[in-house]
C-alpha cells in the first residue's frame, strides 16, 4: 500500500513538473513574442511622431505663406 501510495506521489509530482515546464516554456513564448510587438509598435509610434512633426512644420510654413499673400493682397 506504501509503494502504491509512493508510486502515485511521483506520477503526480512528474505530472506537475511536466506542466509547470510547459507553462514555463509558454510564458518565455509569450514574452518573445510580446517583447517583438512592443518594439514594432514603438516604430510605428515613432514615424507617427515624425509625421506628426512634418506636418505640423509644413502647417505653419503654409499660413505664413498664406499670410504674406493676404498682406499682399490688402496692399492692392
Do not use: C, G, P
Not at 503526480?12 to 512592443?38: G, V
Request: no cysteine; glycine share 0%.
Amino acid at each position: 500500500m506504501l509503494d502504491e501510495e509512493k508510486a502515485k506521489r511521483a506520477t503526480l509530482a512528474s505530472s506537475f513538473q511536466e506542466k509547470m515546464n510547459k507553462l514555463s516554456t509558454d510564458i518565455a513564448d509569450n514574452k518573445e513574442s510580446r517583447q517583438s510587438e512592443y518594439e514594432t509598435n514603438q516604430q510605428i509610434r515613432t514615424k507617427i511622431s515624425e509625421a506628426i512633426d512634418t506636418y505640423k512644420v509644413k502647417e505653419t510654413d503654409y499660413k505664413n505663406s498664406m499670410e504674406v499673400l493676404n498682406n499682399k493682397i490688402k496692399t492692392f
